[in-house]
């Protein structure tokens, strides 16, 4: 979060400032809990794609609200390093990769969260269907995570571009929830199409334990999760898994949250006291792409072959 963007004329960019947050996106997460109170006595908590840590953020302060440290437990996970967050155990890893979900594991001791949450994005490379691909890849790779980790009765939040094949996830997520709601929080810009699915009531099939051991792709780990599935069959004890087909799309509900009196992300404000003062960025970038060139820049080096 810089100081001259197009942000800059952004209500939640300037709040996010304010009030101490590394990421506008902070107000995401406190919106859809406003609405769906999903962190009410939560005690572990996996954040997945958490850098810079807004989320994060947010966490902390509603899982400490007065500094204590108790038995609850954060982790956040993220391709770059992330400064430290108070209560938050921070793991430098690809959540796509196998190893990632046995450091998880570790880090709780073998219990199981309450609450799971992904803001992933992949970098756009500009090829649509490229960055679709990846982007539900992760996706993916946040729900294998998510049904090895979660404790039943659980709850899963997750970043999605609503696209083509949106309701084939939400069907999937029909099977490994009790209930699943599209929503889109008033801080996240109506031009974009993100929005957030809300998976409340985990209840993972009782005979289905997750192979972490064995390393396979998360096709893979998923074909064998819905092997046999049949959503008309009530899962009892004992009984094989019920089988998904593709015929099982689904519509999720879909709602906005944050209020009508909330700041529209996609306004412009313009009504600043003159008094006011541009604020320094929460945190700085700890590991910039650009952190090289600037190496190189200051060491008189950058310079461009003729
Ligand atoms: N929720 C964060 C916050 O509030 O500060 C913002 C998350 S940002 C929109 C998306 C993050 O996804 C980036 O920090 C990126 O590094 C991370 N990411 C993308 N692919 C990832 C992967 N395979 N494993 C871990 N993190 C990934």
New binding site residues.
């Given amino acids: 979060m810089g100081k001259s963007s197009k942000d800059k004329r952004d209500l939640y960019y300037r709040k996010a400032k304010e009030q101490g947050?590394?990421?506008r996106?902070?107000f995401?997460?406190l919106q859809l809990n406003d609405e769906f109170h999903f962190l009410d006595g939560v005690q572990r908590v996996v954040?997945?794609?958490?850098?810079?840590?807004?989320?994060?953020?947010?966490l902390s302060r509603e899982l400490f609200p007065d500094g204590k440290n108790t038995k609850k437990r954060i982790v956040a996970?993220?391709?770059?390093p992330m400064s430290r967050i108070e209560h938050v155990t921070t793991l430098q890893?690809?959540?796509?990769?196998p190893r990632?979900l046995t450091k998880i594991i570790e880090l709780f001791k073998g219990e199981k969260a309450d609450f799971v949450?992904s803001?992933?994005?992949?970098?756009v490379t500009g090829l649509h269907d490229l960055d679709e691909y990846v982007q539900q890849q992760?996706i993916l790779?946040a729900l294998k995570l998510t049904v090895s980790l979660l404790a039943p009765g659980g709850c899963f939040v997750a970043?999605i571009f609503r696209g083509r094949d949106i309701d084939m996830l939400y069907s999937q997520l029909g099977l490994l929830f009790d209930k699943v709601t599209c929503a889109k929080p008033r801080s996240s810009r109506g031009t974009s199409l993100e929005s957030f699915i809300v998976c409340q009531g985990y209840t993972p099939p009782l005979s289905w334990a997750p192979n972490i051991e064995k390393n396979v792709s998360v096709e893979e780990f998923f074909e064998e999760f819905f092997q046999n599935w049949s959503i008309q069959q009530p899962l009892t004890p004992g009984r094989p898994l019920p089988m998904y087909s593709e015929g099982h799309r689904g519509i999720a509900p879909f709602i906005s949250c944050g209020g009508l009196d909330s700041f529209d992300s996609d306004a412009t404000y313009h009504d600043l006291p003159k008094s006011a003062t541009a604020l320094d960025p929460v945190q700085s970038p700890t590991n910039p792409p650009y952190k090289r060139a600037l190496e190189l820049k200051r060491s008189g080096k950058l310079g461009r072959s003729v």
Avoid: E, M, N, Y
């Fill in positions: 947050f590394r990421a996106s902070a995401k997460l954040d997945l794609c958490a850098a810079p840590g807004s989320w994060s953020q947010v996970v993220d391709l770059q890893a690809d959540i796509t990769h990632t949450c803001d992933g994005a992949p970098d992760l790779s970043k």
